[in-house]
């Protein structure tokens, strides 16, 4: 096996195990409950969904190398 080979599985195994961790982190259940905030001011929320529309395209991304990844070297999830 070469090394670029060798280096990508590790790569895709690593970001495989990084999603994974969201599974298992969401199934743990919380038991410190603190005081929910409800009310943002309206830059509070328009940075929060600026924010998250740039996360959601990173996880896209990333996501969407992982499957190029593994279709490349006929792996399976």
Do not use: C
Request: no cysteine.
């Amino acid at each position: 096996m070469n090394t670029k080979k060798l280096i990508l599985k590790i790569w895709m195994i690593g970001t495989l195990m990084f999603f994974a961790s969201f599974v298992v982190n969401a199934q743990v259940p919380q038991n410190n409950q603190s005081a929910v905030k409800a009310d943002f001011k309206d830059e509070e929320i328009e940075k929060f969904v600026e924010v998250n529309t740039v996360v959601i395209e990173v996880q896209k991304k990333a996501q969407d190398e992982a499957m190029v990844i593994i279709k490349e070297n006929d792996l399976d999830l």
